[in-house]
């Protein structure tokens, strides 16, 4: 006997409940994006290599220790995307959209990082995000923020979740604070971690977001961000607060929040939630405005927010949140002998057609038919016998009272919209 295939470490199939949630996770975040005008896009699920490389650097941890990225058989260096955030804005270049802003996209599908697969964390993963390019005041990044609460709000969780908000400033901002933290780091480079004096010199702001003790201690004393911010750094996230304040969103400032990556400045955020261990962010978005000219575009801001659909999903459960829809329960259509199988096809495919789930089940034994029928979990059965055909009848049964009447072929939509 051959030996089993198993799924690849750090993906996972998805059927019956567990597909139906994923679904439920994308469609719901599908239709509250739509109520703020976005509408949905599906960029490729690879990229020349470049269009990562140039935009999350090639020192950065996605790209020097997690992306899947391969030679083509034309030579050309491919990599399968790690987020959907620069394939959105490559688009956006490369199919001339830029006179359309400010333009407001959705997206939901799968992404890559090789990473150590954990709870809530794989190898291919799903993100649902929105994007919003040409987005040049602080109400944009209200009202992407309060996008994101709609979308946890309608899946049950945004009493399980806390919205954690700073601000990077304006580029002057940031750039006097990095030499203000790089400086002072140094003073303390033998005690930090490993990864933290790799950071040092070219990704300083991601050292405030260690996880290592050591780290930790360290960052306690560091430099305040604000302490470095213009007057109209200041005024921008004065102006966030006061928008999520008249909205009634509730959010804490968190002075440690930042982004890594140069092209972020201003409003930075995640929601947080204490039912998921140490992966607690379940969405995170920040302002990122030099990202469309860095990637060869004209000098275009930009806003967005991603979310992991396995980690919602999973905090969906944890909180027992909205209850996600079954599938439609079918009505069963019997043909009791082959003669009847050609009439049992034409019924079901004219329920079918009315937007009924209709299943055929064909069996000689009506008993047995019957108990598949319970399986499905069906409450009406359509039963065909040969008499009954030649005189255009059918018999419905009610699977619940195990009532049964004889009805007219054309009279069964009226019966089963009353039935059901």
């Known amino acids: 006997m ?3 295939l198993n799924p690849v ?21 599908r239709e509250r994006a739509a109520c703020f005008g976005y509408e949905e896009v599906s960029p490729p699920i690879f990229e020349l290599s470049e269009v990562f490389h140039r935009t999350l650097g090639d020192t950065s941890d996605v790209v020097s220790k997690e992306t899947y990225t391969f030679d083509d058989r034309g030579g050309e260096s491919i ?55 040409g987005a040049d005041q602080p109400w944009h990044d209200v009202e992407v923020i309060d996008c994101s609460a709609e979308v946890l709000r309608a899946l049950g969780l945004l009493e399980h979740v ?31 971690s490993e990864e933290s004096r790799e950071r040092l010199e070219r990704n300083p702001l991601r050292i405030l977001d260690s996880k290592q003790e050591s780290d930790r201690q360290i960052v306690a004393d560091a430099p305040d961000m604000q302490s470095c911010f213009t007057d109209e750094a200041k005024a921008w996230f004065e102006k966030v607060k006061l928008g999520l304040d008249a909205l009634q969103i509730s959010y804490m400032v968190s002075p440690r ?69 079954g599938t439609a329960v079918p009505v069963v259509v019997v043909p009791m002998g082959e003669a009847a199988v050609i009439t049992a096809l034409s019924v079901a495919h004219q329920l079918r057609q009315q937007g009924v789930r209709a299943e055929m089940i064909q069996h000689k034994n009506v008993g047995k038919a019957m108990k598949k029928a319970d399986t499905l979990g069906a409450q009406i059965a359509v039963l065909i016998g040969d008499d009954e055909m030649k005189q255009g009848l059918l018999t419905l049964k009610d699977l619940s009272s195990g009532t049964q009447e004889s009805i007219a072929q054309d009279a069964l939509l009226g019966y089963v919209t009353q039935m059901a």
């Open 2 to 4: 051959a030996n089993q």
């Open 9 to 29: 470490r750090g993906t996972h199939d998805l059927f019956g409940e567990a597909q139906r949630l994923h679904r439920y996770v994308c469609d719901t975040a």
């Open 79 to 133: 990599t399968l995307r790690p987020e959907f955030t620069a394939s959105i804005v490559r688009g956006f270049i490369s199919n001339g959209l830029t006179q359309q802003l400010p333009y407001k996209s959705f997206y939901a599908g799968p992404a890559f990082r090789y990473e150590r697969p954990q709870k809530g964390r794989l190898r291919q993963f799903h993100q649902i995000g929105i994007e919003v390019l």
């Open 162 to 192: 806390t919205l954690e908000i700073n601000s990077l400033g304006d580029v002057a901002s940031r750039t006097a604070y990095r030499e203000m933290l790089v400086s002072y780091f140094r003073d303390h480079k033998d005690s930090l």
């Open 257 to 325: 929040l930042v982004r890594g990556l140069d092209y972020y400045t201003h409003t930075v955020f995640e929601w947080t939630t204490d039912v998921l261990g140490a992966q607690n962010t379940v969405l995170a978005g920040g302002r990122y405005d030099g990202l469309v000219q860095q990637m060869g575009g004209p000098d275009i801001p930009g806003i967005g927010w991603a979310a992991g659909v396995e980690r919602l999903s999973l905090a969906m459960q944890e909180c027992h949140a909205a209850a996600v829809p």
